[in-house]
């Protein structure tokens, strides 16, 4: 009977080989066929297909900044000196930890909720109840994690682009990443006037930033919306997404899109010569799969 | 004899270029993006006495050698490239450099404590090299900063840079490609200008 099921799944190995030469010729003949490249405006529409509600949202809010929020922060930055902003700093980072810790876990980042735990007890206790960082002296990272990164890391796709009226840029699976993050922050069961205190503080602190965007975008809303997607990714993959892939790609792109047909010849021999060396490693892998078996249905058969 | 000696000089000062040019073209991708920070880190500390034009004086050469703009304005403007003038290539590039030196002479203006530390340093399938490498910053987070370079006629030259996961390339191909499809050359060169003078005068 064993001997029966091992000639069997011998046969099947057999068909395996046939099968993995056909499908290695059907990879080189399809490798060799013009592939479709998507061009920038593509990827571009596919990314923000609301492009026109959204920049209208974009001058919406940069208004309400302009004539809102900026007053009011240049005015607690001109108050509050430094070390008060530095405390109001590090108690809101302090109790956001709580948060962290809880997406550390849904990541399986164990070793990782372990230190921001160890973060939030030390600058909860010596720290007095965050004012003080004292776990950066002790070696303890400031970790960035949110819910939006989890959905990232279980698979969810990032969405469309969107700009929501005063909350500003967010990607479709960022809705439900700031509902539950905002869930999980303690400092929305604080009270209002902490609350606020809350918004003022991030203003303040996003100060730098919003000065950097005024002065050295040619396109402000263009300038946001690829800085933002490209440091929400970087923060999903932990710095470890295909970015060198990635360089790779913008650098080729004009020859990608020049008119002459030998870049993209040279570009797709490429691809097509990857998948060969896949093709052939399985290939490979396959045919000693089958010789093992061979030799173990010869020792039974003995 | 005094043919021979000068002859001799004559091989001496040749030798000499030689092992120059030669000692030029082995430097690698990580030594050519250290050398950069550490002009950069000078122009840094020296900011204040500087000035503006100064710090862009100091950096214009460090900035032209070590990264290839042509090679950088011909991906940010993608195919729109094919469709200028030679004359408008050439004005593109010109202003694109003026503006890359500025945007370094007007972000990098004062040192407190600064220091680029080179953490790895990495091949990309195309022949490229990034090199990864951040900035400390004395009581601030760090800066990571992602250098990717290119082999060209024998040198590493930078063409694009990554701070914190945000790549200045596609930045900026986002905004150019789009102002120039919408809004036309001169409408680009404009804009630049403007960031320009802006830089200039703070």
Redesign the interface.
Known sequence: MTAYLLNLFALWLGKKRVFYFLSLVFVVISGCASQPVL???SM?KKTDPYENINRKVFVFNDYLDEYLAEPISNAYQYVAPQFVKNSIFNFYTNLRNFNVIFNDVLQAKFKQSAKDSGRLVVNTSLGLLGIFDVAKDLGLE?NDEDFDQTLAVWGVPEGPYLVLPIVGPLTLRGVPGAMFDTATNPTSYIGAPIQLLSILNARANAEGALK?ID?????PY??T???FL??R???SSD?K?N??????E?????AL???STLPKLRNSF?ASSLVFDKTIYHFEKAVEDYRQAESKLNRFKK | MLLTKVKFLYLCVLCLVVFTVSAQELLTARQVVEGFQSQLLTAMKKGKQLGYSGRYEALYEPVSDTHDLTKIV??VV??E??GLSKEQQDILVTTFSKYSVA?YA??FKEYSGESFVFDSE?E???G?V?VHSHLVIPND?AV?F?Y?L?EIAGHWKI??I?A????D???K???????LQHEGFDA?IA??NE?IT??SK?
């Open positions: 061009d920038h405006n571009v400031q950097f002065e050295a975008a040619l396109d263009l300038f919306r690829e800085s490209q440091w990714r970087n923060l710095g997404g970015q060198s892939l990635d360089f790779d913008e650098l080729d792109e004009s899109n020049s008119t490429k | 011909r991906i993608g195919k490239w094919e945007s007007h972000n990495e990309t399938a195309r490229g990034v987070k990571k992602d990717n290119k063409i694009n990554i914190n996961g945000v790549s390339l596609a930045v191909r986002s905004e150019y490609t789009n102002i680009l804009k630049i960031k802006i830089y703070q």
